[in-house]
Each structure stands twice: as C-alpha cells, then as structure tokens.
C-alpha cells in the first residue's frame, strides 16, 4: 500500500466515524428530548393532581360558586387560592407548548380550564382584578384574547348536578 491510498484509507475511516459519530449524537439528542418530555408531561400531571386535591377539599366553595350563593371573605380567598393554582398550572403548561415540550392537542384540552374558571361573571370579575396581575403578559393576553367572546362555561355547575338528570 503507498503512501497516498494509506492516506486516503485515512481519510475515508475519518468521514466514517464523523457519520457514526453524528448518528449516535442525534440519537442522544433525541432520546434526551423524549425524556425531556416525558418529564415534563410528568410535572404537568402532578401540578394538575395537586390542583384536583385543592378544590376537593373545597368543594363546599364551589357548591356556593354554582348556586350564586355570596362568598364569604374566607370563600373568595379560598376561591381566589384555587383560581390562582389553576391559572399558573395554565401559565406553566402554555411554556411547555411554546417551548415544544407540549403538542397542540394537548395544550388546547389544557386551556380549557382557563375558559372553565374565568369565563362566567365571578371568573371573570377575579382575572380582571386579580389574575391578569400574577401571570406573564403573553400569557395574560392569550387569557383576555380567550375570554373576549366566550360563553360562560357551566362545567362547573355540571359537575354538581350530572346525578340529578
């Protein structure tokens, strides 16, 4: 063998391991993207548990919620802890969709919650006074954008009386 097909042999093994060196990094890259997201998808249902066992604990604020019952101080705080949890589980879940650790399916069945809570007049009257205040304004205007034709959403009331039907 001479000099140059030595060389060439070189030359052509050093292509070879940049091509399998390129692969093996996509394929790193890739499966530290999927577990990225699978940590993510874990995080957003803990945050969603914690807010399901929030409100459990007060169902008693959400009956009087539903009925148009007045809220006490003590209720509209309670209210207030519940909504602001919900919003920035929101807030969070809208990241994760901008920074593609969410597809849009997702993220849509997610943003519901926000029409849920702050599309009927008392949801509605805490993000004009309180929640549009403790977000990001991207995400605060995403919400107003959301809310400007919306209906107000009975889920809430359907949840107390689906038995009753």
Not at 107 to 119: D, I, M, Q
Request: cysteine-free; hydrophobic content about 45%.
């Amino acid at each position: 063998m001479t000099l140059e097909q030595g060389a060439n042999l070189a030359e052509i093994l050093g292509v070879v391991v940049v091509v399998v060196t390129l692969i093996y990094l996509s394929v790193q890259v890739r499966q530290g993207t999927e577990l990225l997201r699978s940590e993510s998808r874990q995080a957003l249902v803990t945050n969603d548990v914690a807010s399901l066992a929030a409100n459990f604990n007060n169902a008693d604020v959400f009956a009087k919620y539903v009925s148009g019952e007045e809220l006490s101080a003590e209720d509209q705080l309670r209210l207030s802890f519940m909504f602001t949890l919900d919003l920035r589980n929101r807030e969070f879940e809208y990241f994760q969709y901008t920074n593609g650790l969410l597809d849009e399916q997702a993220w849509l069945a997610y943003r519901h919650v926000v029409l849920v809570n702050h599309s009927t007049g008392l949801g509605r009257a805490w993000w004009d006074h309180i929640g549009r205040g403790i977000v990001d304004p991207k995400f605060a205007a995403l919400v107003d954008e959301m809310l400007v034709d919306a209906e107000p959403n009975e889920t809430y009331k359907q949840m107390a009386t689906w038995a009753n039907k």
